[in-house]
């Protein structure tokens, strides 16, 4: 836990960010040659067996119900598993008025770790592109990318939505990141939704609704 939190750190002295949208870059953690590393990420997997970038757009989040099951994340499950800090999420409740941002937060505020699935996809080249050299794909053409696992939502959630990201606790990061120390079936039983006793939630500013708009504006209550 101690390795992950130093990680945070890392993360929280590269500066805020407000409102992080699909297609986006954000920081990751993730397992590799034997240690937690953290690497910035586009939001919305794509398979590597994937033709097209574009369905990276409809895999922003995975469904902790079928997420062994799926051919999309399947073995990113067995053996890609990340880690995605942050101090809050957003959610959007639909009103006569337009949908309505809320953001929600631990108890007490700080970072916590929500659970995803990474993976690594090589554009196919296009003829009239710089091909790939003896080394293999340029590192321009191998892009790095992330979902979201999603659950049924604790008693606050469901006010505002049928979805929420899974919370991970500390004690579980380790488990969650290291390919080998648990079966994945087991790792199953953590993807649960975070006790609403322990959080807290606040309706934000409409500005959240516009990828374009990232600024402390954006939480300011609305």
């Known amino acids: 836990m101690e390795e992950v939190a130093e990680y945070i750190c890392e993360y929280s002295d590269a500066g805020p960010r407000y409102n992080i949208a699909p297609r986006q870059q954000a920081p990751v953690l993730v397992w590799e040659n034997g240690k937690i590393v953290l690497k910035p990420m586009r939001w919305g997997l794509i398979p590597s067996w994937s033709k097209d970038e574009k369905i990276g757009d409809k895999l922003t989040n995975a469904r902790a119900e079928t997420v062994s099951e799926k051919a999309s994340y399947r073995k990113p499950f067995q053996n890609q598993r990340c880690l995605i800090p942050a101090d809050g999420f957003y959610e959007w409740q639909a009103t006569p008025a337009g949908k309505q941002p809320f953001r929600f937060t631990r108890k007490g505020g700080g970072f916590f770790?929500?659970?995803?699935?990474?993976?690594?996809?090589?554009?196919?080249?296009?003829?009239?592109?710089?091909?790939?050299?003896?080394?293999?794909?340029?590192?321009?053409?191998?892009?790095?990318?992330?979902?979201?696992?999603?659950?049924?939502?604790?008693?606050?959630?469901?006010?505002?939505?049928?979805?929420?990201?899974?919370?991970?606790?500390?004690?579980?990061?380790?488990?969650?990141?290291e390919p080998k120390r648990f079966e994945p079936e087991f790792l199953k039983t953590l993807l649960r939704p975070y006790p609403a006793e322990d959080m807290e939630c606040c309706r934000v500013s409409k500005l959240v609704n516009s990828a374009k708009n990232d600024s402390p504006a954006c939480i300011e209550p609305g």
């Open 113 to 177: 770790c929500m659970a995803g699935l990474w993976g690594k996809w090589i554009r196919p080249h296009v003829e009239g592109e710089l091909g790939l050299d003896d080394t293999g794909p340029q590192a321009s053409q191998v892009v790095e990318t992330f979902t979201v696992i999603t659950t049924t939502p604790n008693e606050m959630v469901a006010a505002v939505h049928s979805r929420m990201p899974v919370i991970l606790t500390p004690e579980h990061y380790l488990w969650w990141l």
